[in-house]
């Protein structure tokens, strides 16, 4: 027999010990957390696994980021309602739908077509409304540029200048820059067209692969 799991106490459990006691504070992050699903998003055989504190494997070699992760990428671009945000990775559309829970109105860009499908069909029954397109992310979405923020959910070795020069005057970029095997999460401001630099740490992401990423 089936085993049936509250996701929902899982998911008051997951931001109650997993981002608030590591500072995650900011209150229309912690409601986004409260509301989107994070099962919907993980392949049946290891939903059972959705809010654990950790990455899981979503298919083609790729992975949905560890709940903290996400929060912490999320705090770090200070959205506010209605703003426009690009991001690079769609993976399995769970960091789209948190944007998307915050009132941001998110366009995310995909390499690999099987997943940018998947993660549309998802988004899509939950109601959020998204524009996702299967292509290069390191060279940005020109189309709709300039944006108020850039979050790159893989790895790359340096950041690609064609997102820097898509960024909104005041906008703000969030992408793990290091080597293959670990990097360090980065913050990027523009500010009176001036680019500011911040490090928040270590961290481990799947390599971003580009014309402006790792070549393949
Ligand atoms: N935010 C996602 C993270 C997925 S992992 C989630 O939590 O589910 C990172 C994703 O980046 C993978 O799906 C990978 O295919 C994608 N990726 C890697 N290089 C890319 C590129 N150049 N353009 C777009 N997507 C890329």
């Known amino acids: 027999m089936e085993e049936k799991i509250n996701f ?20 229309k992050v912690i ?12 392949p049946d055989d290891i939903k059972k696994f959705a809010y654990d504190d950790t990455p899981l494997p979503i298919g083609e070699g790729q992975t949905i980021s560890q709940p903290y992760i996400v929060a912490l990428m999320t705090s770090l671009l200070e959205v506010k309602d209605g703003e426009k945000i690009l991001e690079i990775g769609t993976g399995s559309g769970y960091q789209t739908a948190i944007l998307c829970e915050i009132g ?10 099987a997943l940018a499908m998947r993660a ?10 998204v524009k996702i397109t299967i292509g290069d992310g390191t060279l940005g979405w020109e ?3 300039p ?3 850039i979050i790159v959910t893989a790895g ?7 997102l820097l020069s898509q960024l ?22 523009k500010s009176k067209g001036k680019f500011i630099k911040e490090n928040f740490g270590a961290c481990q992401f799947v390599p971003l692969k580009g014309e402006n990423g790792w070549q393949e």
Do not use: H, W
């Open 120 to 129: 549309k069909n998802i988004l899509q029954q939950l109601n959020y409304k």
């Open 168 to 189: 909104n005057e005041n906008g703000k970029l969030v992408m793990p820059v290091g080597d293959i095997f670990s990097q360090d999460l980065i913050r990027v401001k």
């Open 147 to 149: 944006y108020d923020g």
């Open 8 to 27: 929902e106490i899982l998911r008051k459990q997951m931001v109650e010990t997993q981002l608030i006691p590591r500072g995650i504070k900011d209150r």
């Open 104 to 113: 941001c109105d998110v366009y995310s860009v995909e390499k690999i077509p």
């Open 31 to 42: 409601d986004a957390f409260l509301k989107v699903p994070r099962e919907k998003f993980v």
């Open 156 to 162: 790359g070795p340096k950041i690609p200048e064609a």
């Open 143 to 145: 189309e709709y540029a």
